[in-house]
C-alpha cells in the first residue's frame, strides 16, 4: 500500500503547477487502479479543510466522496503519543501531523508519497519508503 499525503490530493485537485498536477494525477490512478492507494482519516480532514478555504468543497464534492472510498487505518492515543516522542526528539512538533502521517503509514503501508520536503527530515527515523515528489 502506499500512503498519500494531503498535498497530492491538493496539487491533483487545484492545478497550481502543471508538473505536480500531471505527477500526482499519473501517481493516484495508477494506485486506484493496482489497488495500493491509501489515504487516513485524518488526510481526509485536511483535504477537506483546504477546499473550505478556498471554496471549492461544492466544485470538488466528487473527488471528496471519491476519496472517501478509500479511508483507512485509526488515529488513536498510542499513535499520536509515538508521533509526538519523535517530535519532541527531533524538535519538530510544529509538524505533528506529518509526524502522525508517518506514523499511520508505518503501520499500513509500505511506503509514503508526498510533495513535502519537510519529510526528508523524518526518513531518517523510519524504515518506510518516503518518496517526495
Known sequence: MTFFDTNVLIYFTINQDEAKFDTAEKMLYKAIEEDTFFISPMVLSEYIFVLGKYKLIQKHK?????????????????????????????DFCKNIND???????????????????????????????????
Open 62 to 90: 466528487d473527488k471528496v466522496c471519491l476519496f472517501s472510498k478509500y479511508v483507512n487505518g485509526a488515529i488513536d492515543n498510542k499513535l499520536i503519543m509515538e508521533a509526538y516522542e519523535v517530535c519532541e526528539q527531533i
Open 99 to 133: 509526524v502522525i502521517h508517518l506514523k499511520i503509514a508505518e503501520a499500513y503501508c509500505q511506503r509514503l508519497v508526498t510533495f513535502d520536503t519537510d519529510f526528508k527530515k523524518l526518513q531518517k527515523y523510519t524504515k518506510l519508503e518516503i518518496k517526495i515528489l
